[in-house]
């Protein structure tokens, strides 16, 4: 019996293909966490940069240095994307593709968990323990920290939860 095939299972390759699927709606999400922050937060609104609360951007070379980190970060997010993408692709390139077609719903919750639970981990580390930056650079950024924690995280993570379990409600049904 391969690696791919359990016990009962009548169709070899299937669980990957679950895995790589659900694996690339996360890496998509997560992704997709981060360019949103850079594009709005950082380009749009200039609330702040990567490591705008320890290296504040007000000279040249700070801001160059800030700069700097927000282009490693948007390095990542667009290679968690790749990632996804090709793994999506492996996915879909196998024999077995009913999974990720008929699961439509499943895998937009995925991408909304991997978004929702990415802002969530970045928010706690560098908001709250690492202190790196706030939301926007205010004398008592707590509050702007939070809201974004339960609405740019911990809300999305729900929401793809229900997704999920609603996907799995009408399966069953």
């Known amino acids: 019996m391969s690696d791919n095939e359990y016990k009962g299972d ?16 996360i890496l998509i999400g997560i992704g997709l966490a981060g360019l949103i922050d850079i594009i709005i937060f950082h380009a749009i609104l200039q609330w702040h940069h990567t490591s705008s609360h320890k290296i504040i951007p007000n000279t040249i070379e700070s801001l160059q240095i800030n700069l700097l980190h ?12 790749v990632l996804g993408i090709i793994l999506l692709w492996y996915a879909q390139s196998s024999k077995n593709k009913d999974y990720f077609w008929s699961d439509k719903r499943s895998f937009i919750g995925l991408i909304l968990i991997g978004f929702g639970g990415f802002n969530t ?11 790196m930056h706030h939301v926007i650079e205010v004398a008592d950024p707590f509050v702007f920290d939070l809201i974004f924690l339960v609405i740019g995280g911990i809300a999305i993570v729900v929401l793809g939860t229900i997704l999920l379990r609603l996907q799995k409600t009408n399966t069953y049904t």
Not at 13 to 20: H, P
Not at 71 to 81: W, Y
């Open 10 to 25: 009548s169709r070899p390759g299937e669980i990957e293909n679950k895995k790589k699927s659900i694996a690339s709606a």
């Open 121 to 131: 981990i970045e928010g706690i580390i560098n908001h709250h323990i690492l202190q």
């Open 70 to 81: 927000d282009g490693v970060f948007l390095a990542f997010s667009l290679l968690m994307i």
